[in-house]
């Protein structure tokens, strides 16, 4: 075996010890497929809202901008698929803020990740990203054989479905890399046919400003009145298109105490929710992803399905 096998084989067995559930690798390289789609879908404005969609468009498709002499990026995906949901009664949260923010507890563990690869290797660095940079988390998911994209645009693992995170760990050292995985979506298309706002489109595209997530999360403004009745209670995202798939019947519960929602979370009526103060909301959602939608925002949106 010689060094570079050596060095991934430890990263990934490092990885599964951290507790993520899969592990993959790729060749830091300009990302060539994703440019002429990132350009239109942003042509097409498929972002809404989110303009900072549009900044650092050059750096979204090459992570040596982002990394000096980056050669490496492994891919890696950590489970949040919960053991108890909701009550049936209560507006719906999507199941990966149920928990403690996972920005947080995914970059504390790539951290982890980080100082181990030095303590082994040497002099190693890199970045470590969580959702938070201009990295197309998803494009280099499938580039490392984590998945393949569905047509809802999200990763797919046979064995596990789509409710995992992923994050990325750049480096300036150079390893074994994976191919990309087939796909096994073939000709089903409920994730297509279930989505009430109709945000999903041919060609695994999503069009972010019709997306029940983007209105609950990302819009700072009123939520149109053309979409009343189709957000199905849902009032901080949404995982309607991952419910429906047939590859999630095989999502496992996790393992994350920090995932674990507060019992509140689980046991609130609508009447709660719609009843919440603001120090309930602090709370319930104390370090969670929710607060990114702020009390008011929570509260627009509990108006919105109410009416």
């Known amino acids: 075996m010689n060094l570079k096998e050596k060095y991934t084989q ?3 067995t490092e990885a599964l010890r951290l507790g993520f559930l899969s592990c993959g690798i790729s060749k830091a390289t300009f990302l060539e497929e994703e440019a002429p789609k990132l350009e239109s879908w942003l042509k097409n404005d498929f972002h809404g809202e989110m303009k900072y969609m549009e900044n650092h468009f050059d750096k979204r498709l090459d992570p040596r901008l982002l990394v000096e002499d980056a050669k490496s990026v492994i891919s890696l995906s950590y489970n949040y698929y919960p053991e108890q949901l909701q ?3 209560s507006y719906k949260i999507a199941k990966y803020a149920y928990g403690q923010d996972y920005h947080h507890v995914i ?3 790539l951290k982890e990740l980080s100082v181990f690869v030095q303590e082994q290797v040497g002099d190693v660095q890199g970045r470590a990203f969580v ?3 201009p990295v197309m988390e998803r494009a280099w998911a499938k580039k490392s054989g984590l998945g393949w994209e569905g047509k809802h645009s999200l990763i797919l693992q046979k064995k596990q479905g789509s409710f995992f995170f992923l994050s990325e760990l750049v480096i300036d050292l150079e390893l074994d890399y994976d191919t990309p995985m087939t796909d ?3 000709t089903c298309t409920k994730c297509i046919d279930a989505c009430p706002t109709e945000a999903i489109l041919p060609n695994n595209t999503v069009d972010g400003s019709k997306c029940i997530s983007y209105f609950t999360i990302e819009l700072k403004e009123n939520i149109a009145n053309e979409f009343k009745g189709q957000f199905d209670d849902w009032m901080f995202g949404c995982d309607i298109c991952q419910d429906v798939c047939p590859w999630n019947r095989f999502s496992k ?8 929602p507060k019992s509140e979370l689980l046991n609130m009526t609508k009447k709660d929710w719609e009843d919440i103060t603001e120090d309930v909301f602090g709370k319930v959602f104390q370090k969670s992803a929710v607060k990114r939608t ?3 925002g929570l509260q627009r949106n509990i108006s919105f399905l109410k009416k």
Do not use: Y
């Open 294 to 296: 702020k009390f008011a």
């Open 253 to 260: 519960p996790h393992n994350e105490p920090l995932f674990t």
């Open 87 to 89: 009550r049936e009664d």
């Open 131 to 133: 959702d938070s940079a």
């Open 107 to 109: 970059k504390a563990k």
């Open 10 to 12: 430890m990263i990934k």
């Open 184 to 186: 096994h979506c073939g």
